[in-house]
Structures are given as structure tokens and as C-alpha cells.
């Protein structure tokens, strides 16, 4: 199948991504995660073990990594408007990543529905293997 190409970008431009997936948007797993932050943010994460993200960012000098809880993952913020754009994690050498679908320059219009769901019973080697067999691989922009 052809990968199509979401980009997206924080609501001033200065970071932003390349989310690639051969995956149609119905079918796309888009979750409301129920932790603190996401809740905050109002975030719905998606990915694809498939598929292909590059964090790619106009400003990088905006780029704040943000961690928190058990500290396995930067959660990618803009530092001027503070819109929160994705997450990567590194396992073992590679990277994974989400988005935060609000993000995207253009939310496809037949995107999946919303699933909510809480990590909280994860210990930090549940959790680090969840994101790499579930999360998208980072490739450089
Ligand atoms: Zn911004």
C-alpha cells in the first residue's frame, strides 16, 4: 500500500512532524490517553508500527522536551504557543513516536473514532515495550 503523508505543526509553526502510514484513517488507532497530561492537553494520541514519523522543526530552538512519571519518553512541546505536538521514546537504539492528532495541519475528516484508555497500572518495562512494538518509527526528517 502507498504511504500518505499528515504533516503537522504547533499552532505558531515552529515545530511540527511527518507522520507517514499506509494505514486509511478509519482504521487508525486513535487513543484518548487518560493520564494527567493528556487530559490537560485534551491529547488523542495515534501511531502506526508500520508507518514512518520524522520530528522535523522550523524553530528548533522552540523544541521543549518535556518528561514526566516514570521519565521513558520526551513529550515534545512548542516553547512560544505550548501546543503539545507528539512523544518519542528511545528503545534499544531506535526511536518511536506519536502525534497528538490536534496537531495535524489537516485531521483527516474520516479519522477513527476515540478510544480512552489508562496506562496507569504499567511498570516502566511494560511500558517501555508497549511504545516500541506500538509506537511509529522515528526516521530522521
Ligand atoms: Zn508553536
Not at 55 to 63: N, S, T, V
Request: charged share 20%.
Amino acid at each position: 500500500m502507498t504511504e500518505t503523508h499528515y504533516p503537522g505543526h504547533c499552532h505558531c509553526g515552529a515545530v511540527g512532524f511527518d507522520y507517514a502510514t499506509a494505514r486509511a484513517p478509519e482504521e487508525w488507532s486513535v487513543r484518548a490517553c487518560q493520564c494527567r497530561f493528556c487530559r490537560m492537553h485534551d491529547a488523542l494520541s495515534t501511531s502506526d508500527p508500520a508507518g514512518r514519523l520524522a520530528f522535523a522543526h522550523a524553530e528548533p530552538d522552540q523544541l521543549q522536551r518535556y518528561r514526566f512519571a516514570l521519565k521513558t519518553a520526551d513529550f515534545l512541546l512548542c516553547g512560544r504557543c505550548g501546543v503539545y505536538v507528539g512523544a518519542m521514546i528511545d528503545v534499544g537504539g531506535a526511536s518511536y513516536g506519536i502525534i497528538n492528532t490536534h496537531a495535524l495541519d489537516a485531521a483527516p475528516p474520516d479519522m477513527a473514532s476515540v478510544g480512552a484508555i489508562s496506562y496507569d497500572d504499567e511498570d516502566i518495562d511494560g511500558r517501555v515495550s508497549r511504545r516500541a512494538q506500538r509506537w511509529t518509527p522515528v526516521v530522521p526528517a
